[in-house]
């Protein structure tokens, strides 16, 4: 693993536990992906449709 991709994975799981801590969700997007993600019924979607 590159120092880089190490960097980038540690300051990721750090934002996501930030997030985790707080209690708090990213603003979703509806996509076309959305309907079968396991996530669906935790996020506010928006209301504009993909």
């Known amino acids: ?3 880089e991709l190490r960097h980038s ?3 990721t799981i750090e934002a996501v536990q930030t ?3 707080m209690g708090a969700m990213p ?3 509806k996509t076309k992906r ?3 993600c396991s996530l669906y019924s935790h996020v506010e ?3 504009t449709p993909y």
Do not use: E, N, R
């Open 19 to 21: 997030l985790i801590f």
């Open 27 to 29: 603003k979703a997007i």
């Open 34 to 36: 959305c309907d079968g």
């Open 9 to 11: 994975a540690i300051t």
């Open 45 to 47: 979607i928006s209301l």
């Open 1 to 3: 693993m590159s120092k």
